[in-house]
């Protein structure tokens, strides 16, 4: 079993649109909701992240699935 970052993908959404974060090659990936995509840092991560986790952003719920190799 793998367990680094590029074997997860991260969905933040809510009823109305989902965003998947991922990592390549080259860093991380957003996917916005129109199907834009965004390079990110790891700190820019974690900025969209956080407010989730710790509930500040109550109505926004967070996924994340594993895929093997």
Known sequence: MKLSND???IFLGTKN????????NNGWLK?????????MTAE??????LPIL???KPNVTIK???KED
């Open 64 to 66: 994340v699935e594993y």
């Open 7 to 9: 074997s997860y993908t």
């Open 31 to 39: 996917i916005s909701a129109r199907d834009k995509t965004f390079r």
């Open 17 to 24: 649109f989902t965003e998947r974060y991922f990592r390549d």
């Open 54 to 56: 710790s509930g500040i």
């Open 44 to 49: 820019q991560v974690l900025n969209h992240l």
